[in-house]
């Protein structure tokens, strides 16, 4: 069983991707301040974090992750509305290990993603 962070402030979509991992620990961050602190405090395995956040911006908190000793080792799964070559440029050069456009993608197909990454991991 993982430990899985979701920063997302669609409350819906959270609670729907919480659901697709059967099997591991969920836990939700509505803001970016909320989900750096979860990540400090709690470790996750891994975190699926939204670029669009209400306090943040989901760089300032993938940068903020990549810049601490205690989480940057993470894997981060980035979610955006934002579909152009500029914004995945700035998701992978700050730590990003993957994307996917909320637009073109199934949750099972995420899902999917978030287990092979935690697979990897072992």
Known sequence: MANILIIEDDEALAKTLALALPGHRVRLAATGGDGLDQATSQRPDLIVLDILLPDMSGIEVLTELKADD????????????????????????????????????????LAEKIENSLTSLV
């Open 70 to 109: 205690k989480t940057s080792a993470l894997p981060v799964i980035v979610l955006t509305n934002l579909n152009n070559a500029a914004t995945v440029e700035k998701i992978l050069a700050a730590g990003g290990k993957d994307f996917f456009v909320k637009t073109d993608w199934r949750i099972d197909e």
